[in-house]
């Protein structure tokens, strides 16, 4: 069983940038394939950015060249580098850690992006 818990969401204007954490439990964070989700209201939850168990990265289209996924495997944590915000950016933020047939959920953070 893994726990995630997301921190550093908030409001920020347009342009400007924040920083996610996803701080996992667990013994082999390591061996999972992490990644960020982000629902906005009335859609459907899309991936944003994973990163492997082996270090390789993906983005979705609309978020590549601005947000930036690492992970720290001593601290158990992922992160979410966000920069040059847009509106379009607002949504809850999620955190998966994935290993097999194993797949797990933080519970959220909000990212407000103001016009």
């Known amino acids: 069983q893994v726990q995630l818990v997301e921190s550093g969401g908030g409001l920020v204007q347009a342009g400007g940038s924040l920083r996610l954490s996803c701080a996992a439990s667990?013994?082999?964070?390591?061996?999972?394939?992490m990644g960020w989700y982000r629902q906005a209201p009335g859609q459907q939850r899309e991936l944003v950015a994973k990163?492997?168990?082996?270090?390789?990265?993906n983005y979705a289209d609309s978020v590549k060249g601005r947000f930036t996924i690492s992970r720290d495997n001593p601290k158990n944590t992922v992160y979410l580098q966000m920069n040059s915000l847009k509106p379009e950016d607002t949504a809850v933020y999620y955190c998966?850690?994935?290993?097999?047939?194993?797949?797990?959920w933080g519970r959220g953070t909000q990212v407000t992006v103001s016009s």
């Open positions: 990163i492997t168990s082996g270090d390789n990265t």
């Open positions: 998966n850690a994935g290993y097999y047939v194993h797949n797990y």
């Open positions: 667990g013994r082999i964070f390591s061996m999972y394939d």
